[in-house]
């Protein structure tokens, strides 16, 4: 398949990919096609806030379509909700059966459910023929083996999920070590689903030799490869960029100055920023120097100048860019 006719999804980053952030992201870094939002914290449906739905609302996403994604496991709670999803237009939500924190899973939430398959096909049965709008899933190999999903996708050919997608590690690894491309293809290999890849997509290079070893998938989601390089996804996609400095520096602008409008304080605006750089200094080499200038920054001042300072800095002598 062309790597240019692959469709590509940004991934949710909790703390990160916020509509603000994916918004900006599609405006500055043209090549992702659709996004999943970072789940939904689940509510009793009693007393559900509606201020849970700000990151989906469709006037906050215009410029990505997005699928929104629930963490819940009980099936009226996650039923009411994406009932209200779907009274704002949506027709598809994503359930979170994949991530790895341990506040989470601790509750047999997100891959700390994986090893109770049962529950999960009965959330199914209770669900599914209730639910007037389209499900997917995300998820990983297991929570503790790797085997667990794969011994769990025969079971849900059985249900009309729109697409499974897969990300290549267990729950207990967290996002350390390396993706598994081998297990998934084995997970691929056991389901009649549509499936989607998703782990440690980080360059082109990687991305092509992944469409050779797996031609079934047409669809990929990409996360930290492109917090790391914004371009990625354009590169992917044969876009052109004539001056990638200037464009990561005015999205990193408008950004800040976005959240600095919408955020309550120093301290959760930095928090914010700091946690992106932990991943955007990767497009600086070295960068440790880079990361631990910011990561230092006790005020908005101090931010504001070293990341001036930074920019002018490579402007007057451009990194390696990728």
């Not at 398949?1 to 992201?25: K, N, W, Y």
């Not at 990193?252 to 955020?263: I, K, N, P, S």
Request: glycine residues 6%; positive net charge.
């Amino acid at each position: 398949m062309d790597p240019q006719q692959a469709e590509l999804v940004l991934a949710p980053i909790r703390g990160i990919t916020d509509c603000h952030f994916r918004s900006l992201f599609q405006k500055y870094f043209p090549g992702f096609d659709s996004a999943i939002a970072p789940f939904i914290n689940p509510q009793r449906y009693s007393s559900f806030n509606p201020k849970q739905l700000k990151d989906v609302l469709p006037e906050s996403n215009q410029m990505l379509p997005v699928v929104p994604q629930l963490l819940h496991t009980d099936a009226q709670d996650f039923l009411f909700l994406a009932h209200r999803l779907e009274e704002l237009g949506y027709k598809e939500v994503n359930w979170n059966l994949g991530c790895p924190a341990p506040m989470v899973t601790i509750k047999h939430r997100g891959s700390g459910l994986l090893p109770f398959p049962e529950q999960i096909l009965n959330f199914l049965d209770q669900v599914i023929p209730k639910l007037a709008i389209n499900l997917s899933i995300k998820t990983r190999l297991g929570y503790e083996k790797k085997d667990e999903l794969l011994s769990l996708l025969p079971s849900l050919d059985d249900y009309p999920i729109t697409e499974i997608i897969i990300h290549g590690r267990i729950g207990k690894q967290l996002y350390r070590g390396e993706s598994d491309p081998g297990a998934f293809g084995q997970c691929l290999e056991c389901s009649k689903h549509s499936i989607v890849y998703n782990g440690d997509i980080d360059s082109v290079e990687k991305f092509r030799n992944l469409q050779i070893q797996f031609p079934r998938v047409h669809k990929w989601m990409i996360g930290r490869g492109v917090l790391c390089n914004p371009f990625l996804a354009g590169e992917i996609k044969g876009l052109q960029t004539d001056n990638k400095l200037d464009q990561l520096e005015n999205f990193h602008r408008e950004l800040y100055g976005r959240y600095r409008e919408l955020l309550s304080g120093s301290s959760h605006l930095l928090g914010r920023m700091k946690q992106l750089w932990t991943y955007l200094s990767f497009f600086f080499p070295p960068q440790q120097k880079s990361w631990k200038k910011i990561k230092k920054c006790k005020t908005e001042i101090q931010y504001q100048r070293i990341t001036d300072d930074f920019f002018s800095m490579h402007h007057m002598k451009p990194p390696g860019l990728p």
